[in-house]
């Protein structure tokens, strides 16, 4: 490796889907992003550049965990891909994350910023996507911008078992405690974040009651709570059949009583 420059990695497909053109995104790696990550004072790597004869996936897993910097290619929705970035960002590892214009922005990485590059790579649009990752590059830099991790406040994952560094144990048992330990931190990360949605969504549901309550009649807020509160009851009662209309009616007022 160039002592003076790092290496960054390229998450990407590198098989073309069915739609595409053969070699397209050879032809985006090499024109568009190499070009780009080394106008930004790194080397560029994909997966399927590496000479070395070990596993592909244990290849990926360590380029994924120590490679300086990286970008992301979410243009085809590639499962592969969006693993690759799922490791990567539970680590709190930098990254940028591109795509070809048109495609549909996926929820949960909504609150990253990302380049879109021209999907026909015309000249100007390709030297604009050269220009636009390249400074991304250098702005992601130490600076943990385009971080879910930081967005969200929680811990990044950390990989500390000491079976890694056992020169005893095998590279294929090696290999399987890491990726067992790396799906464990990716759950983990996202039980976090679907706590986080639940809350927001509570929130949410908490300001919409709020407004309601100044701006609706008196008589439509009554009926918002009944529903409300036989909601709640047919909630409390799921497991349980009530039979009479009259036994409903009478709990419901009860329910009501107490609020």
């Known amino acids: 490796m160039n002592e003076e420059k790092k290496t960054c990695f390229v998450i990407m497909p590198i098989s073309d889907p069915s739609g595409y053109e053969e070699g397209h995104f050879l032809k985006v790696y090499q024109d568009v992003f190499s070009p780009a990550i080394e106008a930004a004072g790194y080397i560029p790597h994909r997966v399927d550049e590496d000479s070395k004869s070990s596993l592909i996936q244990t290849k990926i897993i360590k380029n994924l965990l120590e490679a300086p910097m990286a970008i992301c290619d979410l243009s085809t929705r590639n499962p592969n891909v969006l693993f690759e970035l799922g490791i990567r960002q539970a680590f709190n590892k930098p990254v940028v994350i591109v795509q070809q214009e048109g495609t549909e922005r996926i929820f949960d990485v909504g609150c990253i910023s990302c380049i879109d590059y021209d999907s ?32 969200l406040n929680i811990k990044p994952a950390n990989i500390t078992d000491t079976s890694l560094s056992d020169t005893s144990v095998s ?89």
Do not use: C, F, H, W
């Open 171 to 259: 590279d294929d048992k090696r290999n399987q405690l890491l990726l067992y330990m790396l799906l464990n931190k990716v759950d983990q990360m996202n039980e976090d974040l679907q706590k986080i949605k639940s809350a927001y969504n509570a929130n949410q549901r908490n300001a919409s009651r709020q407004t309601l309550s100044r701006s609706l009649p008196k008589e439509q807020l009554e009926t918002l709570a009944y529903i409300e509160a036989r909601n709640r009851l047919y909630q409390e009662k799921n497991d349980k059949k009530i039979d009479e209309e009259k036994t409903l009616g009478e709990q419901l007022a009860e329910l009501n009583k107490k609020k």
């Open 120 to 151: 026909q790579m015309g000249y100007r649009g390709v030297v604009k996507a050269r220009e636009q990752i390249k400074t991304a590059i250098k702005a992601t830099e130490g600076n943990n911008v385009n971080s879910i991790i930081n967005e």
